[in-house]
């Protein structure tokens, strides 16, 4: 049972309050994250749910998340993050939502804001750690900027009750760096939205390519972590019939002819659609700390080439896809070419069972009230053994 650490009389006065910077305007795992627990929680709960982020206006299409928005101004270059104008300011919104339980999304002022919160009200706080900060530094700065930020992540995310991790790669990783708390919380996907019924067999047509064309998808954010030029690179060196969908926003890319750009789509039915009707997706980014199109692809019954590196080599077996040696062109391109010669509609529909029987947000969700249950019994515990010790003082 939901919560079974609480009576049922309790249960529609908890409040489950996220607080992240990581919510842009367009998409992210995050926010598909938040969308999909507030979701679920209105379908199954009577529990409360708020997701505080610094956007100017909030709001899926669905209606079902509370939203509460903080002064932010928006952080250049960063495709539409937002930066906090006042962690004092924040602390008050969260005060004033009485959370029972704050889980955190990013490592940055939010992270303290939350600690602070949580030591002023004495409620548990969950760290989820969406982003790999050590190595994006390491990328962007060098290795010796990399060990100050491992120092900042250990000093930070030891504060709190439970760090959750999205792959068994980064609980590790996290316990390496003497974050002892955490456990591995993987994220899913909703299989309604995302299914092989979603295909579309003119898309090549209304493309200009042949009915023989080997079509590849990418779809994400186009930022430099995400590799993106080695995958062009890969496609210019396969020739013909490879052609390459990249679906996104960003710019700084290669100019290529075997390349379509095709904007960011808010609707997760027109993503769906141009995954399905793709023969397979091919992700080279190898600092994923899960990788959420990977399952969405896979859920769309199609097959996936990825890294043997980040949280993405924990998604894909040799049933549902083919991993190859990261930061590699021709791996790549050998890799694509390779997958070619398999059954494509036989791991395309292992991987949609996969995330049937595996991913599917109806199974992610509660495993991850479980999370929460088990931290609001130690909690209790807790309070019941200081109120113990209290009184025999």
Not at 93 to 108: A, K, S
Not at 141 to 155: K, L, V
Not at 233 to 258: C, F, Q
Not at 362 to 377: C, V
């Amino acid at each position: 049972m939901l919560f079974n650490t609480l009576k049922k009389a309790d249960l529609a006065k908890v409040h489950l309050v996220d607080i992240t910077m990581f919510y842009p305007a367009e998409t992210g795992g995050v926010r598909t994250y938040l969308s999909a627990k507030a979701d679920w929680l209105a379908q199954h709960t009577r529990i409360g749910h708020t997701v505080v982020a610094p956007a100017p206006v909030l709001g899926d299409a669905n209606g079902k998340t509370t939203f509460v928005s903080v002064p932010s101004v928006p952080i250049p270059y960063s495709k539409g993050y937002r930066m906090p104008l006042s962690t004092l300011m924040s602390a008050r919104t969260l005060r004033r939502l009485q959370p029972d339980l704050i889980e955190v999304g990013d490592p940055y002022q939010f992270a303290w804001t939350a600690l602070r919160v949580k030591n002023e009200m004495n409620v548990p706080a969950v760290a989820f750690y969406h982003s790999d900060l050590p190595q994006l530094v390491a990328q962007r700065f060098g290795r010796s900027a990399q060990r100050t930020a491992i120092r900042y992540i250990a000093h930070l995310y030891s504060r709190f009750d439970l760090v959750l991790a999205p792959s068994a790669l980064m609980a590790r990783r996290l316990r390496s760096m003497g974050v002892h708390q955490v456990r591995h919380q993987p994220l899913g996907v909703n299989t309604s939205a995302f299914c092989p019924e979603r295909k579309d067999d003119q898309l090549r047509a209304r493309l200009g390519l042949s009915t023989n064309t080997r079509l590849l998808i990418y779809a994400g954010r186009f930022t430099r972590e995400k590799k993106l030029p080695l995958l062009i690179d890969a496609v210019e060196r396969l020739g013909d019939p490879y052609h390459l969908i990249m679906v996104g926003s960003g710019g700084g890319l290669p100019a290529s002819t075997r390349v379509t750009c095709l904007p960011f789509q808010k609707n997760p039915a027109a993503l769906a659609s141009l995954i399905a009707s793709c023969d397979v997706l091919v992700h080279p980014g190898d600092q994923e700390t899960f990788g959420l199109v990977v399952l969405e692809a896979m859920a769309c019954g199609i097959p996936v080439v990825g890294v043997a590196a980040g949280g993405v080599q924990e998604l894909i077996d040799r049933d549902t896809g083919l991993l190859v040696q990261p930061g590699s062109a021709s791996a790549l391109a050998a890799g694509i070419k390779q997958i070619y010669r398999g059954d494509l509609p036989g791991m395309g529909a292992n991987a949609r069972r996969k995330m049937l029987e595996k991913y599917d947000w109806s199974m992610i969700i509660p495993q991850l009230m479980t999370q929460y249950a088990s931290l609001f019994a130690l909690h209790r515990r807790a309070e019941l053994e200081a109120g113990t010790a209290y009184a025999i003082d």
